[in-house]
């Protein structure tokens, strides 16, 4: 017979209450030794109840468990004392923010995303910027497109001197010999 799930809340019955946390307690406490012996780990566990019991396991000895973690979360603090900016790093931390702010926000007035706050005079600035800018990607544009048709024009030169060399060595009659050409279509033999 299988178990039916529960809901998960708190249970009305004060007495029902008091056995399910005995269960469920034992039942963690177990797992919190297995726990320990299967990965030799220190394992504590502080429980109070609603009564204000209170219950403890320890793998081994609770103190011990307290006094390691206090020394652990000292040891975690203590380190962000050291990644935390003080002083002149601070100042040039809270430089560096500001100019990605603004670089930020020249960034989206250049895409055209924020024009709030402009005055006719930096709308007028932000139009030269934009307008030098596309020169030189216009300028840029052309100078790739150059690139390629030189490429293909030097692509084109050398296939048409490798057909010449081909056709020059040829040993059969000359083309410009009207003689050969008519014999060719006539299918008469060549003439000597």
């Known amino acids: 017979m299988a178990r039916k799930k529960i809901k998960i809340k708190k249970i009305d019955n004060i007495t029902a209450r008091q056995v399910t946390f005995s269960k469920r307690r034992r039942g963690i406490f177990k797992k919190a030794q297995e726990l320990s012996v299967l ?12 009564t204000e019991k209170l219950y403890e396991y320890a793998s081994s000895s609770m103190k011990s468990i307290i006094t390691r973690r206090n020394q652990h979360i000292q040891g975690i603090r203590g380190m962000d004392r050291f990644l935390e900016p003080q002083g002149e790093d601070y100042s040039n931390l ?90 060719l279509k006539l299918g008469l033999p060549f003439p000597n």
Do not use: W, Y
């Open 39 to 50: 990965c030799d780990a220190e394992v504590g566990i502080i429980v109070f109840s609603a």
């Open 94 to 183: 809270a430089e560096l923010h500001k100019e990605v702010a603004n670089r930020t926000e020249q960034l989206r007035r250049m895409t055209g995303e924020d024009f709030e706050g402009l005055e006719f005079d930096d709308l007028l600035e932000l139009e030269k910027t934009l307008q030098s800018g596309l020169k030189r990607v216009i300028e840029l544009k052309e100078k790739r497109i150059m690139d390629e048709i030189t490429a293909v024009q030097k692509k084109e030169v050398a296939s048409s001197d490798s057909m010449n060399n081909v056709c020059s060595c040829n040993s059969g009659p000359s083309l410009d010999d009207d003689s050969s050409v008519t014999s």
